[in-house]
């Protein structure tokens, strides 16, 4: 195969023309010669190029609203003829046909129409098909055609050109190559996943999910594991288009976490208050509302505060001076908010490890999504889960019905339980969470781990009782038995909240009423495995 191939005619059609007019300047200053298409050409004509349109060497004009212009034989034959083939020369001699060295592609931006809400037959309208041809068969061909897709190769492909006196690598046109069959790949998908969502296909028979890189990662989730972060296209607020203001690059864990956290405190409106959440190993260890921020933060810190040494902080409000001033005072990964005043930064330069991330809003949690999973030899795909319960769902099943104040808890409490890892126990008193169990193999223990934590917090804080003490309690899926829900009796909790469903609902329900429990049923559960 060839290594060098030289660069003398190169075909330049995209839709995004930023850097157009640098890169064809560049290209014609090496001696190149261009053809482009439609307004491509306009522009580079205007520009004073010389440029050879595409409808000139097809004999064809551009038809159809520009839906037919590229794909013809004296195009892609140019695109696919194997040079170093004597049945290829000889077909390209007696059809006229003249090679292309190099494409210059980018693709109608389909991804931005959908993104900004387009209805149906704008999004179709939007679907590139000659783009996607043209691509394919230069990728193909890369042992003597160069294809870039992407903006940010045309410095790269000038640098290459002066590298090899107007020539192209064989490793360099096996990369753009690559590089070329990944976006078509992305791009398709996205087309695809629009259309099934659009015509209200949950299973569709195939599957095709797609990234951008963001970053390359020092490393994933340990050392000795590579790793890399990549975008969805989504416009969805959180830390893939958060603006990092300071501090080292995100780790794998840091962005796991961050994400954790921000979806968490996004659950709470910001209007009605402030909240915060302290997240660890993508677990919450202490949330909060308040009628400050830095109300808020005190009290989500104080439900662990060893835990959340080390923690991501999560805020549903600007961060302030007062509230930065707080999280100083110990070390923290990594604090999210929509937004920071200028005196929240000032205190945080000082911090150089620590990354603060802003976004401009707080994601929706009612937003519909997916989420996708890996395992051995499949890819398990679901809803994002969006279930919320306000206080007209609740179903009261105890004789005692829960106070305006318990109610409030629980409603707190059954939010911050969505987060947890399964089996999932969370105490709550005065809008905070006082005890959180997550990730045991049995609801007791998880009960049992939640208030022991919070005997501890009170013992450190020098309380006279555990914070526990006068609690609710969330259960994320139902109580098997009263057991789990006694343990939370004997630690001081008074009200329930659970989503019922038990073949011994009737035992747990009177063992609630014997131990003079309020409890309500939600009929969700929030398994978070």
Known sequence: MTDLVAVRRALISVSDKTGLLDLARGLAERGIALLSTGGSAGILRKAGLTVTDVADVTGFPEMMDGRVKTLHPAVHGGLLAQRDNPDHQTAMATHGIEPIDLLVVNLYPFEATVAQGADYDTCIENIDIGGPAMIRAAAKNHAFVSVVVDVQDYETLLGELDRHDGATCLKYRRKLAQNAYARTAAYDAAVSTWMATAIGQS??????????????????????????????????????????????????????????AFELVAEFDPVEGPACAIIKHANPCGVARATTLAEAYRSAFDCDRTSAFGGIIALNQ?????????????????????GADDAAKAVFKAKKNLRLLTTDTLPDPRLPGLTVRQVSGGLLVQDKDTGHIGASDLKIVTRRAPTQTELADLLFAWKVAKHVKSNAIVYVKAGATVGIGAGQMSRVDSTRIAARKSADMAEALGLAAPTVKGSVVASDAFFPFP?????????????????????????????ADEAGLAMVFTGMRHFRH
């Open 203 to 260: 299973a569709p028979r195939y599957r095709a999910f797609s990234g951008q890189l963001s970053q390359s990662l020092r490393y994933g989730e340990n050392p000795h594991q590579k790793a890399a972060f990549y975008l969805d296209g989504s416009a969805r607020p959180g830390v893939a288009t958060a603006i990092q203001w300071q501090g080292k690059e995100l780790s794998y864990n840091n962005i796991n976490d961050t994400d954790a």
């Open 318 to 338: 600007p961060l302030d001076g007062p509230t930065a001033e707080l999280i100083g005072e110990i070390f923290t990964e990594v604090v999210i908010a929509p």
């Open 483 to 511: 057991d789990g829900l006694l343990t939370a009796a004997e630690a001081g909790a008074t009200a329930v909240i659970q989503p019922g469903g038990s073949m011994r609902d009737d035992e747990v329900i009177r063992a």
